[in-house]
Each structure stands twice: as structure tokens, then as C-alpha cells.
């Protein structure tokens, strides 16, 4: 068995969840107006949780239609980049992964896997599960943010490397998160090596609301438990039962937005932060935004930030797709 230590990236030793908790993101968002709240927040143990089985609803289909296209593509991938070291921003489960590991398994036996996640839970879990499957795996699974996964990788020259970055993820930045994101991507990896991305595609408004808004309000505890997950972080006292979930389209951006709408007038402490916060009824909370692509659009942007596109995959009806690009030097 080869697989190596799990990293703790930061100090954060409360639980093995770690982002940057020094909470100022948490202040500017509840202090602005309209109130937003950091979707990474989403993700503590319990939010990973119920992330899976939002997973498995009928509604949402970016899951079932990624798996289906990773699942047709996945040998082409490894055969185009040929062996190289793997690693994953925001792998959850790393169920998905698995296509991606059989296929790179069947071209070298000496596969590494690096899965980074801001949730120690699932990062241990999904660890202990892939050590049954594939025993002869080396696996380095890193706990903490995007930023200081990359920041420790850019450090750490390899012969080739993927980074891959599933689950229309990307989704959640702003257009302006989005162009910072791919920058540091492209400056983390060197010129041949590889970028992996899952993209939600643009389409008929019923669909995408009905995706995050499911009939066993699923999405809707995975949203309140970002209230839970300030309430012991932050040592606040968020009443979950006086907000209430609400996902729409906004059709000018091409995005979901999820909301938490305030159902009382009321006021909320958060002690570590010095914060208190004054809620009035009918007011929201912005609590997680998930574009819908253009591929041809996406394209370009890639292509600005030195990720040249070696090819594209999409289901039939082009509701997803998935990009392989190729880091390369700017001119």
C-alpha cells in the first residue's frame, strides 16, 4: 500500500476542515449590501455529506452527466497526456476520479494522485476507500483551500502534472474570480503540462432551476448548513429555521443564484469575529452563484490565460462538457 501522509495545509487543528478562518471574508460579506456569504463555507464534514446526496437526485444532472462523458473519455485523456502526476482541486469523494484512475493505471503502474479538499472527513474517507481499490496507488491528499494547494505545488517541479477540476466547480467564481483562477492555474503548471475541466453549459431555465431546487429539499439543508457550519466556527447563533432556501436563474448572467431569505426581523452575534448583524424580514443572503458556460466563450478565456484547448468532450444533448488543455508560454 503507497499511499503517504495526509497534509493539513495552515494551523487550523479545530476538526480537519481548513480555509483561511481569520473570518474577514465572512465580516465584508454580511456588511455588504445585498449580504453574501463565501460559498466555500458550504464545506464543512456535514456540507460534504449532504453535497453527495445532492449528488444523487434526479434533478441535478451535472453529476450523473460529467460521470457519463468522464466515463467515455477518460482512456483518450490518458493516452493524449500520457503518464503524469494527478491532482484534484475539490475532490470530494472521488468517485468521478476513479474513470480518470483506471484509465492512467492501465498506461504506468507508478500513478500518483493528489486530492485537495477543504474537508478533512471526506478527504480521509475517500482515501480509506480508494486504498481497497487500488492498492498499488500512491496517494498525497492535501487538506485546505485552492490557494494553498496551488501555492505548495508550484513549488514541487514534476515531470508532467495534471490538474484537473470537476463538477463545473469553476461555476462558482465571478467572471473576474474566474480569469484570476485560470492565471494561477496556468502560472502553477509548466509549459506541456495538462488542464482538466468540467463545465456546466448553458440551457433550458426549468432544468436548471429544478437542479437546485429539488423536491426533497436537499439543496436546501445544504444550504442552511452553511449557517451551522458559521455557528461553530465563528461561535454564532444563526437560527436555521428563521431563513429559507431559494435557488432562481438569472438569465442576463447565465447563472444560478442561491439565496437564504430572511423570514424575521432579528440580530445575530458572531463572538469570535466582535460581529453583530442585523437581519430584516424579506432581506437574502447571496450565499453561492454557478455560471453557465459558452464553450466557445470559456474557450477564449482559457486560451488568454496560456490554456490552449487540445480537445473537447460533451454529452448529447451538450448540456456539460469537459476540456482537456495544454499549459503553454504566453507570448
Not at 505548495?152 to 474566474?178: D, H, K, W, Y
Not at 423570514?263 to 447571496?286: M, P, W, Y
Amino acid at each position: 500500500m503507497r499511499t503517504k501522509f495526509i497534509k493539513v495545509l495552515g494551523q487550523d487543528n479545530q476538526c480537519l476542515n481548513n480555509l483561511n478562518i481569520d473570518g474577514k471574508d465572512i465580516i465584508r460579506g454580511l456588511n455588504q449590501v445585498p449580504k453574501t456569504l463565501p460559498s466555500k463555507y458550504f464545506y464543512d464534514d456535514i456540507g460534504s455529506e449532504i453535497f453527495q446526496k445532492i449528488c444523487e437526485l434526479p434533478e441535478y444532472y451535472p453529476t450523473r452527466t460529467e460521470t457519463s462523458i468522464l466515463r467515455q473519455c477518460a482512456d483518450e485523456v490518458a493516452q493524449i497526456t500520457g503518464a503524469c502526476e494527478l491532482v484534484e482541486l475539490g475532490s470530494g469523494s472521488s468517485t468521478k476520479t476513479q474513470f480518470l484512475l483506471n484509465a492512467y493505471q492501465k498506461i504506468s503502474d507508478k500513478c500518483k494522485y493528489i486530492p485537495i479538499d477543504v474537508s478533512g472527513g471526506i478527504i480521509k474517507t475517500s482515501i480509506l476507500n480508494l486504498q481497497k481499490k487500488y492498492p498499488d496507488l500512491l496517494i498525497e491528499g492535501l487538506i485546505g483551500s485552492y490557494e494553498q494547494a496551488l501555492a505548495i505545488l508550484e513549488s514541487v517541479i514534476v515531470p508532467s502534472r495534471m490538474i484537473f477540476f470537476l463538477g463545473s466547480s469553476i461555476g462558482n467564481f465571478t467572471a473576474q474570480e474566474c480569469n484570476s483562477f485560470l492565471r494561477r492555474i496556468a502560472h502553477t503548471l509548466k509549459p506541456s503540462d495538462y488542464f482538466l475541466i468540467g463545465i456546466d453549459l448553458q440551457k433550458d431555465i426549468k432544468i436548471l432551476e429544478a437542479a437546485y431546487n429539488d423536491s426533497k429539499s436537499i439543496t436546501a439543508a445544504f444550504n442552511l448548513n452553511i449557517l451551522s457550519h458559521l455557528n461553530w466556527r465563528f461561535q454564532s447563533n444563526f437560527n436555521l429555521n428563521l431563513f429559507r432556501h431559494e435557488a432562481i436563474y438569472n438569465q442576463a448572467n447565465n447563472q444560478i443564484e442561491m439565496y437564504l431569505h430572511c423570514l424575521e426581523t432579528h440580530r445575530v452575534s458572531l463572538d469570535t469575529l466582535n460581529l453583530n448583524v442585523f437581519f430584516e424580514a424579506g432581506e437574502s443572503i447571496l450565499t453561492e452563484i454557478s455560471r453557465k458556460f459558452d464553450l466557445t466563450i470559456l474557450q477564449n478565456e482559457l486560451e488568454l490565460q496560456g490554456l490552449k484547448t487540445l480537445k473537447i468532450w460533451t454529452d448529447k444533448n451538450r448540456w456539460y462538457g469537459v476540456i482537456l488543455c495544454q499549459a503553454v508560454e504566453l507570448k
